[in-house]
């Protein structure tokens, strides 16, 4: 029901554009790869482990064949021409490799040739995959999600400490625990690997990390009749891989925005494209939700003249997701209760801004985040402005509500810090439970102006970035008023124009299911 009364050709018209601005990245992302979809391709096929030097597999084949032979062909015309030419199987040529007994080859083999020799290593981890997201559809059909469920985080550096307190907050009445990861990991060009216990605020996202926590949540499942979904990072250099893993492993949330790492990691614009759209194939493939991250520009512009941005962002997210085959109903998209608490009618401004959002996008598991940039340290103040926060959750029907903590700005927050917020998140859905179906916003009033305002002035935004690109656009700061160049930041060297024979036997095999 559309109770703020959104003009639907002001919403078609910014869809329009976003499709446009979208649709442009994409043309470009078609005819790029880079190392780290490079990397997932061996990864899903099932080249995991590293050498006597701790480096990963995927990175020594993938550097290996750009530094001998070059990629444009694709890492999947590399493996399957050196396993032809060695007449031997997969294992047999990675101890070739590791021991530089044998190399990395290319011969003039078709597309065909070249999915026949790699299909019997690639559909093992498809069906896998399959079967992970086939578990989590039984466990929801067994354990049905609530309306808005209820999002923590867990981020000691250690995945052992972690598992202890993801269990805690889980049995307190936590429905999605996010595992915080290591500072600093998005800007590694390899995933570590193993299990890690030495974190800086948060823990390495690994592969064993992720099967560990897997586990451990599943436990907490069967105990308390509830399935615990579990979350991480996509993001940053290797996003195409951790998406690899994670699905491997059936997280079920990630982190994934399109534009979160070029905005605030500085990694650069045409890496963070190609990557995204890679790690978001492999997402809908695994009926993996996405999180994306507008709530972040907020944090370095005001909320209250900004908001056109999120909604911008989401937007184009929304379009980027579609182009990846991601459904509505994978679509988290973000954003966050972040107005200064002390500007008048502020709550009447947050809420014009939810419920504009969970309008526009009704089926999607919208993110909502709690207040940060002005909590101050006063954990009296943060746990009345996260009251606030918990019941603009509420009464607008957000999907995924992330907790905020009394001891933001403080410390990494303790396992009473969490048992309260997750208390005064539970009293608040109770004691509104059907506040959502009950009240309707006054006709021209200032919730809904606000709302038709933010929506004109995305759209007119949308219209902008349309007509400038949005690699200008964020050239020019439009978000978050940071300025990324096309050519600069993290990364741009693991970018390579596809070659007209490219190669890549998991976006095939997918794209071809997905279609």
Same mark, same amino acid.
């Given at each position: 029901?559309?109770?703020?009364?959104?003009?639907?050709?002001?919403?078609?018209?910014?869809?329009?554009?976003?499709?446009? $601005?979208?649709?442009?990245?994409? &043309?470009? /992302?078609?005819?790029?790869?880079? *190392? =780290? %979809?490079? #990397? @997932?391709?061996?990864?899903?096929?099932?080249?995991?482990?590293?050498?006597?030097?701790?480096?990963?597999?995927?990175?020594?084949?993938?550097?290996?064949?750009?530094?001998?032979?070059?990629?444009?062909?694709?890492?999947?015309?590399?493996?399957?021409?050196?396993?032809?030419?060695?007449?031997?199987?997969?294992?047999?040529?990675?101890?070739?490799?590791?021991?530089?007994?044998?190399?990395?080859?290319?011969?003039?083999?078709?597309?065909?040739?070249?999915?026949?020799?790699?299909?019997?290593?690639?559909?093992?981890?498809?069906?896998?995959?399959?079967?992970?997201?086939?578990?989590?559809?039984?466990?929801?059909?067994?354990?049905?999600?609530?309306?808005?469920?209820?999002?923590?985080?867990?981020?000691?550096?250690?995945?052992?400490?972690? $598992?202890?307190?993801?269990?805690? &907050?889980? /049995?307190?009445?936590?429905?999605? *625990? =996010? %595992?915080? #990861? @290591?500072?600093?990991?998005?800007?590694?060009?390899?995933?570590?690997?193993?299990?890690?216990?030495?974190?800086?605020?948060?823990?390495?996202?690994?592969?064993?990390?992720?099967?560990?926590?897997?586990?451990?949540?599943?436990?907490?499942?069967?105990?308390?009749?509830?399935?615990?979904?579990?979350?991480?990072?996509?993001?940053?250099?290797?996003?195409?891989?951790?998406?690899?893993?994670?699905?491997?492993?059936?997280?079920?949330?990630?982190?994934?925005?399109?534009?979160?790492?070029?905005?605030?990691?500085?990694?650069?614009?045409?890496?963070?494209?190609?990557?995204?759209?890679?790690?978001?194939?492999?997402?809908?493939?695994?009926?993996?939700?996405?999180?994306?991250?507008?709530?972040?520009?907020?944090?370095?512009?005001?909320?209250?003249?900004?908001?056109?941005?999120?909604?911008?962002?989401?937007?184009?997210?929304?379009?980027?997701?579609?182009?990846?085959?991601?459904?509505?109903?994978?679509?988290?998209?973000?954003?966050?209760?972040?107005?200064?608490?002390?500007?008048?009618?502020?709550?009447?401004?947050?809420?014009?801004?939810?419920?504009?959002?969970?309008?526009?996008?009704?089926?999607?598991?919208?993110?909502?985040?709690?207040?940060?940039?002005?909590?101050?340290?006063?954990?009296?103040?943060?746990?009345?402005?996260?009251?606030?926060?918990?019941?603009?959750?509420?009464?607008?029907?957000?999907?995924?509500?992330?907790?905020?903590?009394?001891?933001?700005?403080?410390?990494?927050?303790?396992?009473?810090?969490?048992?309260?917020?997750?208390?005064?998140?539970?009293?608040?859905?109770?004691?509104?439970?059907?506040?959502?179906?009950?009240?309707?916003?006054?006709?021209?009033?200032?919730?809904?102006?606000?709302?038709?305002?933010?929506?004109?002035?995305?759209?007119?935004?949308?219209?902008?970035?349309?007509?400038?690109?949005?690699?200008?656009?964020?050239?020019?700061?439009?978000?978050?008023?940071?300025?990324?160049?096309?050519?600069?930041?993290?990364?741009?060297?693991?970018?390579?124009?596809?070659?007209?024979?490219?190669?890549?036997?998991?976006?095939?095999?997918?794209?071809?299911?997905?279609?």
């Amino acid at each position: 029901m559309n109770k703020l009364r959104l003009n639907p050709n002001i919403i078609a018209e910014a869809r329009t554009f976003a499709k446009q $601005i979208a649709l442009e990245v994409q &043309a470009f /992302i078609d005819v790029h790869s880079t *190392v =780290a %979809v490079e #990397r @997932s391709v061996c990864r899903m096929l099932g080249i995991d482990g590293v050498d006597e030097e701790g480096i990963p597999l995927a990175n020594i084949i993938v550097d290996a064949g750009k530094e001998s032979i070059g990629l444009e062909k694709g890492i999947s015309n590399i493996i399957a021409s050196s396993l032809k030419y060695y007449q031997c199987d997969l294992n047999t040529w990675l101890l070739g490799i590791s021991s530089k007994q044998m190399e990395v080859k290319n011969l003039s083999l078709s597309k065909q040739e070249i999915k026949d020799v790699l299909e019997p290593y690639l559909r093992p981890t498809l069906t896998q995959i399959k079967e992970n997201k086939k578990i989590r559809e039984q466990n929801l059909e067994k354990y049905p999600e609530k309306k808005t469920q209820i999002y923590v985080i867990v981020a000691t550096g250690n995945i052992f400490e972690d $598992i202890k307190q993801a269990k805690a &907050a889980a /049995i307190a009445g936590a429905d999605i *625990v =996010a %595992v915080i #990861r @290591s500072t600093g990991q998005s800007l590694l060009d390899y995933v570590p690997n193993g299990a890690t216990t030495e974190g800086f605020g948060g823990t390495y996202a690994t592969q064993e990390n992720f099967r560990l926590m897997r586990k451990a949540l599943d436990e907490v499942t069967l105990e308390e009749k509830r399935y615990i979904k579990l979350v991480n990072y996509a993001s940053g250099l290797c996003m195409p891989e951790i998406a690899t893993l994670a699905a491997r492993e059936r997280l079920d949330i990630l982190l994934n925005d399109s534009m979160y790492g070029i905005i605030f990691r500085d990694i650069n614009m045409q890496r963070t494209f190609v990557d995204q759209y890679f790690s978001r194939l492999i997402n809908a493939y695994a009926g993996i939700i996405i999180n994306t991250g507008e709530d972040n520009y907020l944090t370095t512009s005001d909320a209250y003249e900004e908001a056109h941005t999120v909604l911008a962002s989401q937007f184009i997210n929304e379009q980027f997701a579609y182009l990846a085959h991601l459904p509505a109903k994978l679509m988290g998209l973000g954003h966050a209760f972040e107005i200064d608490p002390m500007l008048e009618n502020s709550f009447l401004y947050e809420v014009a801004q939810a419920q504009m959002a969970r309008e526009i996008f009704p089926d999607a598991p919208l993110k909502y985040m709690p207040p940060t940039k002005h909590i101050t340290g006063n954990i009296f103040r943060a746990y009345m402005q996260n009251t606030l926060f918990n019941i603009a959750t509420t009464l607008t029907s957000q999907s995924i509500h992330l907790l905020g903590m009394l001891t933001e700005a403080i410390h990494t927050p303790w396992l009473a810090d969490r048992q309260l917020a997750i208390e005064n998140a539970k009293t608040i859905q109770v004691a509104l439970k059907d506040m959502a179906s009950e009240i309707y916003f006054k006709e021209d009033g200032i919730i809904e102006t606000r709302a038709q305002d933010v929506l004109l002035k995305a759209k007119n935004l949308l219209s902008q970035i349309a007509n400038d690109s949005l690699f200008v656009s964020l050239s020019n700061g439009v978000f978050a008023n940071v300025k990324r160049s096309k050519t600069g930041g993290k990364g741009l060297d693991g970018v390579f124009v596809k070659d007209a024979d490219y190669v890549n036997v998991v976006m095939d095999a997918i794209k071809g299911e997905l279609s």
